[in-house]
């Protein structure tokens, strides 16, 4: 089983829509969370952390629930430039360092 | 956040031949930076933590003599590909962590091809 686990999609959805992206994480040692942005052939993207009391950053609403090892985000009004895969990330201490552990992505396509 | 910068951008190799990528932090002096390798359609695997004036940390399943780390001043990490073959072809980031807890930067990556 994977240290964190995304739905691969991908998501199809209209300019407009809310799109809602899941994420599980199986290490309760897990420290910090974070979703990031991946577009084609480039490099991640930081789009926010995620926290317990969750956090909203314009149309995008992270959540963490620690008690289900779950991580959720929620993009409003969809636009075309949301279009990219979303991964869903979290960071724990081992081996005397902050490790980064990423799912594998969902990917998003907003179409007109 | 910091700024990290990646070279070169994508290389194609022959087989049995080395590749080195450079990483740099520009503005910010990284005593660990991370190098990561991502297949397509696959997630980012952490393959090595970078350490300034030591050597790096592996991760399980990652040669340590065919991917050499050097992370020999504060705003440099390198890694080299040893003896390339077509399975080594892939995508090369590195990363730094201004804080080591919250928002990773990344470099613009490397695509690799080897033929």
């Known amino acids: 089983r994977k240290e964190v686990e995304q739905d691969p999609g991908p998501f199809n959805v209209p300019e407009g829509a809310t799109v809602a992206f899941n994420c599980t994480y199986s290490?309760?040692?897990?420290?910090?969370f974070f979703w990031y942005r991946q577009d084609c052939r480039k490099e991640p993207k930081l789009l926010m952390s995620v926290y317990s009391s969750g956090n909203e950053d314009g149309r995008f609403t992270a959540q963490l629930n620690r008690a289900s090892q779950y991580i959720s985000l929620l993009i409003r009004d969809s636009k075309l430039s949301d279009s990219a895969t979303y991964l869903c990330v979290v960071n724990r201490f081992s081996g005397g360092y902050n490790k980064l552990i990423f799912g594998a992505g969902t990917r998003l396509a907003v179409h007109p | 956040g910091a700024v990290v910068s990646q070279h070169p951008s994508w290389v194609i190799c022959k087989s049995g031949t080395s590749v080195k990528i450079e990483c740099r932090s520009l503005?910010?002096?990284?005593?660990?930076m991370f190098w990561y390798r991502q297949f397509p359609k696959q997630s980012l695997m952490l393959m090595a933590t970078s350490n300034e004036g030591s050597k790096a940390t592996y991760e399980q399943g990652v040669e340590k003599d065919k991917f050499l780390i050097n992370h020999a001043s504060l705003t440099l990490s390198t890694l080299t590909v040893t003896s390339a073959h077509p399975e080594d072809s892939s995508f090369y980031i590195c990363?730094?962590?201004?804080?080591?807890?919250?928002?990773?930067?990344f470099g613009s990556g490397t695509r690799l091809t080897v033929v």
């Open positions: 290490n309760s040692a897990s420290q910090s």
């Open positions: 990363s730094v962590s201004e804080t080591g807890d919250y928002g990773y930067t």
């Open positions: 503005d910010f002096q990284a005593t660990t």
